[in-house]
């Protein structure tokens, strides 16, 4: 159950069931040597992860962020009025203590330790009695708003929260997220294992692949990957409207230009050199003034 190794296999994320059994803080404070003044300082070998708890996606921007925060506790310490949130929880060895938010600066600290960093307690705020595993899940969005979760991971949380019997109206309630936001997360959650792998490698981004499913339903992995194709043959790594219905597009441009079109038509049929053009092009030019007055 326990790890310090970050897990990248985002269908473990979506089938985490992990439970907590509550403990006792101050027995576990005592068993870990914690100290205390405004809050527990707790030696970070001593805090223990949750495989998949983290619903954060683990790719290269995130070990950037860790790389980043680590530099800054080897310049700098870890700041005490940012302390990493925890939950003390009795199992068969005693009880023990798992992060619960703050994931990745949990992660610089053992960095940073091993790189020589002097660091031997970090700050922790521990949840009280009471407190479930909804709560804990609900904390993963509501307690990140410094650095907001991606659409996908907050997608994430609202799977989790629905495996655990919650409305997509109370969901919506918990996470201050509108009944339609919920709704589209848990599309996208729910889609193709390759349309999810796209959002998470930055191909596309989750609102477009939100788009896409709304509007295609079945046949949306379809579009994608054809409009991945076209994206790839314009030398384009990042999937775009543009490139799944350039047609679209084109009428678009076509549309918005509707009006300066007309008015350079009518110029033309109202010069003397009009009537030097041959009788077919005439034709088709009256043909289209005609069409954008009647418009």
Sequence with gaps: MTTNTPISDSDDQLTFDAQFHPGSIKAAMKLVGAGSRDLWQVDPHQIKTCDNFNVRVQN??????????ADSIKQNGFFQDF?????????????????TGGHRRLAAALLAISEGAELT???????????????LTVALVIGNEGEPLSLYEVGVVCKRLSSMGLAESEIARRLQ???QQVKDVLLLIGSSHVIRQMVIDNVVSATFAIEMLNTHGAKALDKLMEAQNRAE???KTKVTAKHAAPDAIFKKTVKKAAQPMFEVITEISADPAYQSLSPAVRTKLDELLAKLKAD
């Design 83 to 99: 302390p990493l949130a925890g939950y003390v929880a009795k199992e068969d060895s005693g009880e023990v203590i798992y992060i």
């Design 177 to 179: 997220r509108t009944p």
């Design 121 to 135: 307690r970090v700050p922790v705020v521990v949840s009280q009695s009471g407190v479930s595993m909804e709560d």
């Design 60 to 69: 290269e921007a995130y070990d950037a962020r860790i790389r980043f925060l």
């Design 233 to 235: 043959a314009a030398g």
